[in-house]
């Protein structure tokens, strides 16, 4: 049974920082690409990260892209998102999907299979 099980999210003060983790099981890791995608109250889900089966290249949407930060350990089964600098407009649940195909722009293709998603919340 495929599982894609994210965690780290909370509440955190503009400029601050927060690590989510996508634990994974049911299937072969290296075997993927992977993304996070991310959908505020009352806009569509967008897609934020991309890494590559071997985790040698990485995408990212305009808006994140210096701030956060998409990196992969396939010998434990996780992919993470270190996200800095964070801002109000970075509010949003935050999904760790698998795709069957590859990173085009900041999504993965084709995505097979979502996590439950995990709220990061950006407030003072």
């Known amino acids: 049974q495929v599982q894609l099980v994210e965690s780290g999210g909370g509440l955190v003060q503009p400029g601050g920082s927060l690590t989510l983790s996508c634990v994974t099981s049911g299937f072969t890791l290296d075997s993927y690409a992977m993304g996070w995608f991310r959908q505020a109250p009352g806009k569509e889900r967008e897609g934020v990260s991309c890494?590559?089966?071997?985790?040698?290249?990485?995408s990212y949407a305009e808006s994140v892209a210096g701030r956060f930060t998409i990196s992969r350990d396939n010998a434990r089964n996780t992919v993470y998102l270190r996200m800095d600098s964070l801002k109000a407009e970075d509010t949003a649940a935050y999904y760790c999907?698998?795709?069957?195909?590859?990173?085009?722009?900041?999504?993965?293709?084709?995505?097979?299979?979502w996590g439950q998603g995990t709220q990061v919340t950006v407030s003072s």
């Open positions: 890494i590559n089966r071997s985790g040698d290249s990485t």
């Open positions: 999907a698998r795709g069957y195909g590859y990173c085009v722009g900041a999504s993965v293709q084709y995505v097979g299979s």
